[in-house]
């Protein structure tokens, strides 16, 4: 099979952040990226999911309440200090 030459763009930390993943691997980004074409065209398509991430309910529950304390901070208690939240010392209100 003959080779080809071919330039892909690649985010420059992208490129840095993945190649010690293929190293590990035992590949090249080359190797890498042939794998990926060959995956799509085996399922004719992208060979992953690619979703919007959906926060589970814990998360929206804390995007929520932070909202509210962003918005309405006096209904909440504050505290001077990390200790003073371990010893439930609340910070004096100015």
């Known amino acids: 099979m003959s ?3 071919t330039t ?3 985010d420059a930390k ?3 952040d993945s190649k010690p993943l293929f ?3 035992g590949m090249d980004l080359s190797t890498a990226v042939a794998i990926f074409l060959k995956q799509s065209l085996r399922v004719q398509g992208i060979p992953f999911p690619i979703a919007k991430e959906i926060p589970n309910v814990e998360t929206i529950a804390a995007m929520n ?4 304390m962003k ?5 909440y208690k504050r505290y001077a200090s990390f200790r003073g939240v371990m010893s439930g010392n609340i910070a004096k209100q100015e």
């Open 3 to 5: 080779k080809v030459r």
């Open 8 to 10: 892909i763009k690649l």
């Open 14 to 16: 992208l490129l840095k």
């Open 23 to 25: 190293e590990d691997l």
């Open 65 to 68: 309440e932070y909202s509210q």
């Open 71 to 75: 918005d309405h901070p006096e209904k």
